[in-house]
Each structure stands twice: as structure tokens, then as C-alpha cells.
């Protein structure tokens, strides 16, 4: 029994069957969702983050779904443990034909005591760690004429709000540095995105979301009436990462119920 034509219309645009992705801060929260996302719609999924705990129980519940996956422990916050996970990282399935970005530290004191501690941390996981990875994945990608790079953003590269500080600065660069990628690399078929979440449920916001009231705030600041949650992005993920987004590169994609459109 052959498929439908809208199974194979929609498996040509979508379908990640054989392709490989790498997804950092895949452990939890928004990275956990779209390492979920790419693994069900075909690639094989390698997650990279810190706890062994927590990357064990994520590639567990892939392969629960039948799906490959695997996973790689790192530091990402020096040169030195970025190269190395990514040396670890092709020791899988290969060199990945799709890089997601989602790891990042959420560490924001008021301006006046943002020390030189604070902002290199910062720096060195949002922005430097994805950088070298490009670096390392980027140009192979474009040797073999496919490839999709996808950074996880912030509304803090827009706007000022919630002591933006050094994370704000950091996502900011992320999305230049997504346009950069892309005028190197996109006339060799890798397209380089990001997504911009609005305020989601995860781990990394425990500090806002453990106050009801600044909850609702936010909330109400959406246009859908919700705050996000991870799974929000898996279908925004699985259309960057497949066929179907080869003309759309060097751009911010908003995922946040239109709270930024306010």
C-alpha cells in the first residue's frame, strides 16, 4: 500500500530521515523539545549538556519513540570543552547536517554589579559556544551543499526588561551572529536561524516563574493569553531544520503567542 499524496507531499517538506542533529542544551527544557522534535521526524539526535543524569533520561525517552539518539556530557563554557564535544559529538552517527544551539547560563545581577565573572561566563556559553561550533560544523555543511544552523534566542535581544545585563548582550550577538553564518554559508544550502522564544516554563526561568503574579504579567502580555512551554517549538524547529525552509536564512523567528508584537 503506497502513501497518500499528502503523507508524501508533506514527508518531501518535512521528513529529517537521515540527516543528523546536534542539539546543545537538548537535556531540558526548550532544547529538550526540539531534540524530540528532530528525532521523530527522522534525523538521529545527538544531545549535548553537562548532567549525565539528565542526558540519559532525554535520550531514553527517544528511543523510546524508536528514534536514535545518543548523547555527548560537556562544558561548553571553555574553548577547550567545546572542541572536545565536538570531536565526541561526530563519534556517533557522523557529522551532522543540523546544529541547534540551545544551551545558555541565565545569570543576571543588576548592571552596577555585573562583574568580569558574570559576563564571561555568559559570553563563553551563549555566544562563544556557538560560534566555535559553527566553526567546526559550518563549513563541512556547506561543502556537502545541505545544512541548517538554529540558535535559540531571547526577547532580550530586543528589548530591556527583567535585567537584561549580560544575557541580553549575548542573545543580541547570537542573532548577528545567525546573519553572519548566513552570508557565508547560505549560497552553499546552509540556512542559519534563530528562534525567539517569549517567557516559557523551563528550568532556566525558575527565578520568574516561581512568583504567581509576575507569571500572570507576563501572560497577559501575549496575544494568545499563555505563557509558552517547550513543546511550542517543535514544529517551528522540525520547518527550520527541514527542506521546506531552504529560502529563509538570517532571520528571527518569534515564537511567543505575539507578546512581542506589543
Not at 10 to 39: C, H, K, P, W, Y
Not at 208 to 225: C, F, H, K, N, Q
Amino acid at each position: 500500500m503506497t502513501n497518500p499524496p499528502s503523507s508524501a507531499y508533506l514527508s518531501e517538506l518535512f521528513s529529517l530521515d537521515g540527516r543528523v542533529a546536534v542539539v546543545t542544551g537538548g537535556s531540558s527544557g526548550i532544547g529538550r523539545a526540539i531534540a524530540g522534535a528532530l528525532a521523530r521526524a527522522g534525523a538521529s539526535v545527538v544531545i549535548v549538556a553537562r548532567r549525565e543524569a539528565e542526558l540519559a533520561a532525554a535520550v531514553a525517552d527517544l528511543e523510546a519513540y524508536g528514534c536514535r539518539a545518543a548523547w555527548v556530557s560537556a562544558d561548553l563554557s571553555s574553548r577547550e570543552g567545546v572542541r572536545a564535544a565536538a570531536e565526541d559529538v561526530v563519534k556517533s552517527f557522523g557529522e551532522p547536517d543540523i546544529l541547534v544551539n540551545s544551551a545558555g547560563i541565565n545569570l543576571r545581577p543588576p548592571m552596577g554589579e555585573l562583574g568580569d565573572d558574570v559576563w564571561d561566563a555568559t559570553m563563553a556559553v551563549n555566544l562563544e559556544a556557538p560560534f566555535l561550533l559553527g566553526e567546526r560544523f559550518g563549513p563541512g555543511m556547506a561543502e556537502r551543499g545541505f545544512g541548517r544552523i538554529i540558535h535559540v534566542s531571547s526577547q532580550q535581544a530586543h528589548r530591556a526588561f527583567v535585567q537584561s545585563g549580560a544575557y541580553g548582550v549575548s542573545k543580541a550577538g547570537l542573532e548577528a551572529l545567525a546573519r553572519s553564518q548566513a552570508e557565508a554559508w547560505s549560497p552553499h544550502g546552509v540556512t542559519c536561524n534563530t528562534l525567539v522564544p517569549g517567557f516559557v516554563m523551563t528550568p532556566l526561568n525558575t527565578r520568574i516563574s516561581s512568583d504567581p503574579e509576575r507569571v500572570a504579567s507576563l501572560a497577559a502580555r501575549t496575544m494568545i493569553g499563555r505563557n509558552g512551554l517547550a513543546e511550542d517549538f517543535a514544529g517551528a524547529a522540525v520547518f527550520l531544520a527541514s527542506a521546506a525552509s531552504a529560502y529563509v536564512t538570517g532571520q528571527a523567528l518569534f515564537v511567543d503567542g505575539g507578546f512581542s508584537t506589543h
